[in-house]
């Protein structure tokens, strides 16, 4: 059973500056992990309720939770860390990961 890993952005100051850095060194980064199946990038369109306001989605899809765990040993995904560290992008960012639900699977 695939696992995702998903990052979620609150709104930036400047958006044009956070998607450079996101895109042109973060994102980059991320995919030379090994493990990683898809990643999957969504921007937040509108949001109905809740707080804060949220600016993008990352999920992260791996074949298993194992392969997730071992993925987070690697320099590739240490370096992605370090990445979003040095321009602020952890600032923004809550983490954790998530697998399909039995029951939603079975409709």
Do not use: C
């Not at 890993?5 to 991320?30: K, M």
């Not at 369109?45 to 074949?63: H, I, K, M, S």
């Not at 600032?91 to 029951?103: D, G, R």
């Amino acid at each position: 059973m695939t696992v995702s890993y998903f990052a979620l952005y609150r709104t930036p100051e400047d958006p044009a500056d956070f998607e450079a850095h996101y895109f042109g060194s973060h994102v980059p980064l991320i995919e030379k992990t090994p493990g990683l199946l898809e990643n999957k990038v969504h921007r937040v369109t509108r949001q109905f309720v809740g707080e804060p306001a949220y600016f993008l989605l990352a999920e992260l899809v791996f074949e298993s939770a194992e392969a997730m765990k071992a993925a987070f040993r690697t320099p590739e995904w240490a370096a992605g860390g370090k990445d979003l560290a040095a321009w602020g992008g952890m600032e923004l960012v809550t983490m954790f990961s998530a697998e399909p639900h039995p029951a939603a699977q079975a409709t």
